[in-house]
């Protein structure tokens, strides 16, 4: 059945997505180290900055997240519309003796959330996205937020998406070629894969929350340079983003004041560039002409659209577009202006569409061995995973 809201999905669940069971303090250290990394390094916002703050956090699931913040002096109020995940988040915290940073659990989403209160930072990760059009929650933030105040959202961009469709689109091929349950096709298809990486989550939990999951899809995914803008004109600067949206070659004079409507246009002419990077998840900038810049990008696309719609239909209209779109596409970056670290780079990139160019051949052909033994060894197709998560902060004007 169609699922009104993310939590709604989530609450049918037999189990949290990002529930990492913490029992110790070494556990929880190392996960704040990894939380650290991001939030000093990459988004610029050291955890000092969370010393006796007012944090206010939406959708914080099982609760690790704002336990680190929590740990970092932040006064947390939680905002949380699945009342299967509260019991966990005060065992956590209770666990940790953390309680007395815990101000409020809400049993609220984004838009049932009510407060007369204001703060000085907000989280929404890994669900934001799915509350359209994203109008509604930035407007929400900067009535929720103080003035300099921060939002912080991770969601899925577009661009870095694809192979997260494409991995949808070879499960749903593998059910129908198969006809095993979602798991163990899951399991035979991409357990490989999943073993290749660390990670705090179960295979389970990957499972429900990106294969089988009906909001990641394209029809819910967010362009990076349409949502700086929709940004912009709700009242907020971008502040840092990562990947980051700001063109980190850009120079100018340090006393140059650029307006806000000149920092969007270099960052919406950054992002443009940077699309092929996106989907690669590495440094693949178009420094080419523009037109040709906009052929890659309308290429990419194509290309998502037409996997997103094999997720539905897999042997279907979409299946020989997604084939050929790979080809073209693998054959485009052969003789495209493409700014990377090494050529290898340039190589893997290759070398991951006609990976999955062969993948979706052999679905083509109903050949389930032929996908099973790529899927399972080929390692173009094992260590790439595209850069589906972006993360962007925002200040409050």
């Known amino acids: 059945m169609a699922e009104d809201k993310l939590f709604n999905y989530y609450e049918r669940q037999d189990v949290l997505p990002t529930f990492g069971n913490f029992k110790s303090s070494t556990e929880l250290e190392a996960y704040a180290s990894q939380r650290r990394e991001l939030f000093s390094d990459k988004l610029v916002l050291p955890p000092r900055l969370f010393r006796d703050a007012d944090v206010l956090e939406f959708g914080p699931d099982s609760g690790e997240n704002a336990l680190v913040f929590a740990g970092w002096g932040a006064n947390m109020t939680l905002a949380e519309p699945n009342r299967h995940a509260h019991p966990k988040i005060h065992a956590y915290f209770a666990h940790f003796g ?39 929650w930035l407007g929400i933030f900067h009535r929720l937020l103080n003035p300099d105040g921060y939002a912080v959202v991770s969601y899925y961009e577009r661009y870095g998406g694809f192979f997260e469709l494409a991995l949808k689109a070879i499960h749903a091929a593998g059910k129908a070629l198969t006809g095993r349950a979602p798991l163990e096709t899951a399991k035979l298809l991409f357990e490989a894969k999943w073993d290749s990486i660390p990670h705090t989550r179960s295979f389970e939990s990957w499972l429900m929350d990106v294969l089988e999951n009906p909001f990641v899809r394209h029809r819910y995914f967010l362009d990076a340079a349409t949502l700086c803008a929709a940004a912009h004109q709700q009242g907020f600067d971008v502040h840092s983003a990562w990947p980051a949206y700001r063109d980190s070659l850009d120079i100018y004079w340090h006393k140059k004041v650029l307006s806000g409507d000149e920092k969007l ?92 160019h062969r993948i979706f051949g052999a679905i083509g052909r109903r050949d389930v061995s032929a996908v099973t033994a790529l899927t399972q060894a080929d390692p173009a197709f094992i260590n790439t995973w595209g850069q589906p998560a972006h993360f962007l902060v925002i200040r409050k004007r």
């Open 265 to 356: 246009h270099r960052a919406t002419h950054h992002l443009d560039r940077s699309r092929l990077s996106f989907l690669g998840g590495r440094k693949l900038y178009l420094v080419g002409k523009a037109d040709a810049v906009q052929a890659i990008s309308a290429s990419i696309e194509a290309l998502v659209l037409d996997v997103d719609g094999m997720i539905d239909d897999p042997f279907g209209a979409s299946l020989p577009r997604v084939i050929a779109g790979l080809a073209s596409l693998r054959e485009t970056i052969r003789t495209t202006d493409v700014l990377a670290d090494d050529a290898a780079d340039i190589e893997a990139i290759i070398a991951t569409l006609d990976s999955f």
């Open 98 to 136: 953390l309680t007395q940073r815990l101000r409020e659990l809400a049993l609220a989403d984004v838009e049932g959330f009510s407060s007369d209160r204001r703060f000085d930072m907000i989280d929404a990760e890994g669900f934001i996205y799915t509350v359209r059009p994203s109008e509604k």
